[in-house]
């Protein structure tokens, strides 16, 4: 995320309101209290440095701030638990805090419901005796359970300190603003990564799920069913009616196929009284038999004009729709129209183009001298409108990629038919594929969101305890779909900011924007 031009704005407008915050106790009586680097909020008079502990389980996190221990002494003592499937606070449930001494609880302490979202104050009494112990933290909701154990304390009549406490970093983002936006910790992951290779396409119709329409017989096109007109774009079903094909007669001026009509019924009259007669005189062996048969053929062909005329007489004048149904050959889209609405079209023509868009074909096009072959891609990776997904070859097949150059624009084809069955993808749409190429190397690797880019240059922000962060420059090596590679800057144990990256980097532009109260 670019963030050059947003710093001195957002840094005005700070500046402007101001970000002093009321660090006091709320109406519980809970204040923080505890001057861990996050500003004037400790105590008014000196003391000894608060204990900050950031712990994790599999499933959960806690950062729990509490006095620094004396033996036989109340101590101060909250915990911040945070379920880190979504960085959400824990808002019901219990927290049992206990010291332990040789695997034994000596006192014990029990929060059985939260002081408010995600944070327990339990009155938690140090051990009397002097001595080596640990602190143990149980937080229990319903099916939820998580265990935290942090030591060895050596307890006296002296404060004692945390144990391998973490420096604390230059950026203070507060539990309560992690928990109000999409947040996220993580490990970095070593993974393999193949070279990335872009390639512009466009989404085309797959020509295996693709039919054309063709005319029956020669005729004016209707693109007209039920009143709705058909338009490339239309999604249709199999053996829907989607237009007409109105044959040629029907084109004809509706005076001149009147009087064709009536001259046929005049033949036809005259075919006929021509045939009475002569069946009498057949009778009287006045004429031959085959005068009369004669007679009987051309009665049939003036009935057969007239049955014409007056057919191609009422696709004029009578039906609503006339005309012979043009039907969808598959389910899916009407992408093309070959033959305009109310032009003439030829029998055997193609009409329209209708394609299943539950498959598609990208059609790429590659530039550059740096052509992979075929076997080189590992996979095909696909990028729309800012969202970007992973098409592994398993969902997609790679029907060429550089197996014929154009001569004249020096780019190789990369056809791609691709699986589509929320229809998500359009017909029509620019895309873009990449194309991870060459053989995969094991790197140490991010989310693609945890990089932030500040004045052109990336950075990721590492947590150094609950709500204290640094700012690290890395420099990035290879990405793919959904993580990119560091090749310098973090350690493989750095518990980095994977969700929200952004909201840190603008809290650092003017300290803690969160008012720490609880």
């Not at 560091?486 to 840190?504: K, W």
């Amino acid at each position: 995320m670019r963030a050059n031009a947003i710093a001195p704005v957002l840094a005005l407008v700070l500046a402007a309101c101001g970000h002093g915050h009321d660090h006091g106790q709320e109406e519980s009586g809970h204040g923080h209290g505890h001057g861990h680097g996050h500003g004037a909020q400790g105590h008014a008079e000196e003391g000894p440095e608060p204990v900050a502990l950031t712990l994790f389980t599999n499933t959960h996190q806690m950062f729990v701030e509490l006095d620094a221990p004396i033996a036989g002494k109340a101590s101060g003592f909250h915990a911040h638990v945070t379920r880190l499937a979504d960085h959400q606070p824990a808002t019901a449930g219990s927290l049992t805090v206990e010291w332990l001494r040789g695997g034994a609880a000596v006192t014990k302490a029990v929060a059985d419901k939260v002081a408010r979202a995600g944070i327990f104050t339990p009155e938690l009494m140090t051990p009397p005796e002097p001595g080596e112990y640990t602190l143990r933290m149980t937080f229990a909701h319903e099916a939820e359970r998580a265990v935290w154990e942090a030591g060895p304390f050596k307890l006296g009549p002296e404060p004692a300190t945390a144990p391998e406490a973490p420096e604390e970093g230059d950026i203070t983002f507060l539990m309560e603003a992690q928990w109000k936006i999409p947040f996220g910790l993580g490990l970095p992951e070593e993974r393999p990564v193949a070279r990335p290779l872009p390639v512009p396409a466009v989404i085309a119709p797959d020509p295996a799920r693709s039919r054309p329409v063709a005319a029956t017989s020669a005729g004016r096109v209707d693109w007209v069913a039920d009143g709705r007109p058909i338009v490339v774009g239309t999604r249709v079903r199999a053996g829907e009616t989607i237009g007409r094909l109105v044959p040629a007669a029907a084109g004809e001026h509706p005076s001149t196929l009147e009087a064709t009509a009536s001259q046929a019924r005049i033949e036809l009259a005259r075919a006929r009284d021509e045939k009475a007669r002569l069946k009498g005189l057949v009778a009287d062996g006045l004429v031959p038999a085959s005068r009369l048969r004669d007679a009987e053929a051309a009665e049939a062909q003036a009935a057969a004009a007239l049955k014409g005329a007056s057919t191609r007489l009422g696709q004029v004048r009578g039906a609503a729709a006339p005309g012979i149904p043009v039907v969808a050959p598959v389910d899916g889209v009407v992408v093309e129209q070959a033959v305009a609405h109310g032009a003439l079209a030829e029998a055997g023509a193609t009409l329209a183009l209708v394609a299943d868009d539950a498959g598609v074909l990208v059609r790429g096009r590659l530039f550059g001298r740096e052509t992979p072959r075929p076997d080189e891609i590992r996979e095909v990776r696909l990028r729309r409108g800012g969202e970007q997904a992973s098409v592994t070859l398993e969902r997609a097949a790679l029907l060429n990629a550089a197996s014929v150059a154009d001569p004249v624009t020096q780019t190789t084809p990369v056809d791609v038919r691709v699986d589509n069955p929320e229809r998500r993808l359009r017909f029509g749409e620019a895309v873009e594929l990449t194309l991870a190429v060459g053989e995969e190397k094991p790197y140490l690797t991010v989310p693609r969101d945890a990089v932030v880019e500040i004045n052109t240059r990336p950075y990721i922000f590492v947590m150094n305890s609950g709500e204290s962060f640094s700012r690290r420059a890395v420099r990035l090596g290879p990405a793919d779909a959904e993580r990119v590679a560091i090749l310098e800057g973090i350690a493989p144990a750095d518990r980095i900011v994977v969700r929200g990256a952004f909201d840190v980097y603008v809290a650092s532009l003017a300290g803690t924007v969160e008012s720490h109260q609880h």
